[in-house]
């Protein structure tokens, strides 16, 4: 009966808004006078647990410092090898399934296959090379602290095997403590055809919009798709990773759950076996000699799959059910529509930009609790009337359990898209520089536009003028340049670069080079000699970013090299990141004679 209401909750059949469908604790059991003894206990959502009862992390309960360092297994049926009956069948595609994923730098591709590996290593939405691999997952219950011996006061872990009093083991100062994993943001696990969501359109309401946000509409969703989970309660499923510390995943000893970095710390020294993050306790009174009596002998786990491969690492994960929706951007012109585009970093940085900001807005717009949706970007590549098309994609989803419709609700009804187009806006205006602090557009991120406790992990790629960019194409079919970074689409990105291009030029103590940006290109000048450079968004296709397309209409042909008398397009980025070493390939190409 338990079994069967767990399986109904957590595939979102049953309602349970505002409860956890999945619990995780963290719990150490041992011994205290021959009995059962739970020292620290802590739960909360499993959602959460992944990541903060992370193997390798301190947890500090009731003053006291504990490592995480095993798996708790509910309802163990052997009360020494307690993950045996976990482990010991494999990858059965219940308890451990396939993680296929892409790890090239910013790509991101995760494969909504899990019961088998996948059998081309190539990524067909970022074009790696071997870059998709095949790893396995297991859901765990909970965590625990590995469980000693003491007497007293006294650790006797370096000496015993067992003890009348077993404990978690104390973290101290010198204690080895290795770095904790990490959370990947969740990936929607939707099919090819996403034949679990529905198209989203404003068509039906048309008559009822107001002209001026019908107009828009159909704008916007010139550039856009929208999807969403239906209006039925099956929402979507999400797939959410712990993936170890940089990625590496876990081993994990097949007999009793506990987990190490490396898999040669699960023997300990000599090979003598390890102690397991629980105190073994039969069923039945044993000997002196009986395996409880004595560290646990298991190995690392290491299974092989379909194809022969072995996996010796395991990573953490869940699947939860909710409702969401996705908004979906082709990778078409004006975009740079190679499948190097997709492990950019300035694309990367202005999805997750707009994400943030859109969560923002659209809690303020349904008068939500902040937290109460959370969001993510992806890349796909599905057939798009016989051709392979790359989308960005922003998706939102509930962040409570099993849904609650709130992410669907901003498309639906008579009023959902005027609203939606008033989203949109208010997203503009936050990224424009209105909410920062002091009034004026901050370089990156600050607390009054972008940065918030929600997106702490992500606050090193929030960058206001690449969302600004971003949202300035969806919204008004803007091609992205170093001017609709600014509020108002002005000057002040390329007076700002060339002013600093400008500071770097001065080591050379030449007063007689020139520095100007007329129609939006960085212009130097020195007796005679002449360099031009436009700053270009490098996702952004050469051929449709408006001045240099100019120069191709002139007969022009502008290069990624900066020579004296000749037209260059160089990546923004590039510029700002290196000024110093660009303002020496100026001079040299203003003053031939320069050694």
Known sequence: MTDLLNHLLRSGVTPSFSFPLDVADFRGEGMKNFRRHVWP????????????????????VDGVRYKVNGLYIYGAEDGVNRAQTHFSDGIDGERIR???????????????????????????????????????????????????????DDDLS????????????????????QP?????????????????????????????????????????????????TPDDGTGAEL??????????????????????????MLQGRRAEGHFRPYAPIPETRVTADHESR???????????????????????GMTFITDMIIISIPVQAPFDTSANIVRQREINDALVTVKEALITEFQKAANLVNREIKGGVRKRSFDVGGNSVNHFEIFLYDDVSGGAGLTPSLLRGEEAWPRFIRILEATEERLGGSKCIGGEGCGKACLGCLLDFRNQREHDRLDRRQGLRLLRYILHGTVPTIESGTSEGGIEEIERLAGLLRESLRS??????????????????????????????????????????????????PQ???????????????????????AEKIYRALNPDYD
């Open 294 to 316: 004595h560290k646990c002998q298991g190995t690392p786990f290491s299974p092989s799959d379909s194809n022969g491969n072995s996996h010796d690492r395991l990573f953490l």
């Open 239 to 264: 797939l959410l990773i712990n993936s170890g510390y940089n990625g590496t995943g876990y081993h994990v000893c097949e007999l009793c759950g506990r987990t190490e970095a490396r898999g040669d």
């Open 98 to 152: 396939y993680y296929n994923r892409c790890t090239s730098e910013r790509c991101g591709w995760v494969s909504s296959e899990m019961s088998e590996p996948l059998d081309s290593p190539d990524c067909h939405v970022c074009g790696g090379q071997g870059s998709v691999e095949t790893g396995i997952w297991y859901r765990p219950d909970g965590f625990a602290p590995i469980i000693v011996p003491w007497d007293g």
């Open 508 to 557: 050379f103590n030449d007063p007689d080079v020139e520095v100007s940006h007329p129609d939006g290109v960085l212009t130097f000048r020195r007796d005679g000699n002449e360099v031009l450079i436009r700053p270009r968004i490098p996702y952004v296709s050469v051929i449709h970013e408006p001045v240099v397309s100019e120069w191709f209409q002139q007969g022009l042909l």
């Open 158 to 177: 370096s000496r015993r095997d067992w003890n009348r009093t077993m404990l978690p083991q104390k973290v101290t100062e010198r204690s080895s403590i």
């Open 560 to 582: 990624n090299s900066i020579r004296t008398g000749q037209h260059s397009q160089i990546s923004l980025t590039a510029l700002e990141q290196s000024p110093s070493d660009y």
């Open 41 to 60: 206990k802590m739960q909360t959502g499993l959602k959460q647990g992944l990541s903060t009862y992370s193997p390798g992390k301190v947890l500090t």
């Open 180 to 228: 904790a994993g990490g959370i990947e943001f969740p990936a929607p696990l939707t099919d090819e055809e996403e034949s679990n969501l529905i198209p989203a359109s404003f068509e039906e309401h048309s008559e009822s919009i107001d002209e001026n946000s019908l107009e828009k509409l159909q704008d916007v969703f010139q550039r856009i798709q929208i999807r969403s």
